[in-house]
């Protein structure tokens, strides 16, 4: 197997520090024993084989800084600490440059790894003995660009058998909810919103919802019912009033705007909400924004094929090419709002 660019440079610095180390660790313990021997003086060992050899590798060098400081080598009865000073300079300057290599190694590492996830390389068509480079998507020849149009259909084919699942999609927001917290304590603060989003998410479960995603002052949920992502949303507006009587702790009301919307989606069970992209969802969110104060906005077209339309009036609006219908607490004229339709 040939090397890699990345490979080749990082194996050498490997090399390049092994060699560093086992100098380093040669010359340190040839001072440190010649050093040793200062204290020693055992005239058996300065005859020894690898003492000389010590002698003649450090001997010059230990001279010449010695020299530097007025002393002499070999020491004549006065102990000459350059051996150790020369160790202990040795180490410094390994470490310097070990972090330098450390460094260099780290900058090629991180070089090649960034190279390397800038070019693709696509699979094997029709049998061919070589993969088709991807690193630039241009059809280099007639050949590659039918590669190309083979793997574009295979993938759209792959995209299009997805199963898609009938939703409902709730929106709901807070009206202002920043100017609210103006002026007011932290905790009556906390404790309204946290009150507020019991209140939602207890009317959510109780309608069945399968799955919500928040803001922090807005949600959007997912029903699998579309007269019960309804009767959710009429439920909330209908709840605000006893809420800002009993459990609103602050100066200003709290207000929503609420927008449905529903639609065949390509979503799963393990599909987190905030990640799915459908145009479905993008209305219920555009229908929110565009809606009065403390309504539900949708559209004629969901309106038609709700079981329960009691209480919902036209609005001169349209929103993303649809005509819009309206349903507030008021204009709900027997009963409670979706009282009817709450399940259990």
Avoid at 145 to 156: A, F
Avoid at 174 to 196: C, H
Wanted: with cysteine.
């Amino acid at each position: 197997m040939s090397l890699t660019p990345r490979g080749l440079l990082t194996a050498l610095i490997a090399v390049l520090r092994f060699v560093l180390g086992l100098i380093v660790w040669v010359a340190s313990v040839t001072l440190l024993g010649l050093f040793a021997l200062e204290f020693l003086h055992a005239p058996r060992l300065e005859t020894t084989a690898l003492v000389r050899l010590a002698h003649r590798l450090a001997d010059a060098d230990i001279r010449t800084v010695s020299r530097w400081f007025g002393l002499s080598w070999p020491s004549a009865g006065r102990i000459n600490y350059a051996p150790l000073g020369i160790a202990v300079a040795i180490w410094i300057a390994k470490g310097i440059l070990d972090s330098v290599l450390q460094r260099l190694d780290y900058i090629v590492r991180r070089t090649f790894k960034a190279s390397s996830r800038s070019g693709l390389s696509a699979p094997r068509a029709d049998g061919a003995d070589g993969a088709l480079s991807m690193r630039k998507l241009d059809a280099e020849s007639e050949h590659h660009r039918g590669i190309l149009l083979k793997r574009y259909r295979e993938i759209e084919g792959a995209l299009k058998s997805s199963s898609r699942k009938p939703c409902t999609f709730l929106s709901i927001d807070i009206v202002g909810s920043t100017k609210m917290k103006v002026g007011e304590r932290p905790t009556a603060v906390a404790a309204t919103f946290q009150a507020y989003e019991e209140l939602v998410r207890n009317t959510f479960d109780a309608y069945s919802v399968w799955k919500q995603t928040w803001t922090p002052d807005g949600v959007m949920a997912c029903f699998l019912d579309r007269d019960l992502g309804v009767s959710a949303g009429q439920r909330v507006l209908a709840e605000l009033e006893r809420f800002n009587r009993d459990e609103n702790q602050l100066r200003t009301p709290i207000e929503v705007r609420c927008g449905l919307n529903d639609g065949d989606v390509v979503i799963f069970e393990d599909s987190q909400l905030e990640k799915v992209a459908d145009h479905a969802i993008d209305v219920a969110g555009h229908m929110q924004k565009h809606a009065n104060i403390n309504a539900l906005w949708l559209s004629t077209e969901v309106f038609e094929r709700l079981e329960n339309k009691s209480g919902f009036v036209p609005v001169e609006a349209e929103v993303d090419g649809f005509s819009v219908v309206e349903w507030t607490p008021m204009a709900e004229a027997v009963g409670a709002p979706g009282e009817n339709d709450r399940p259990g």
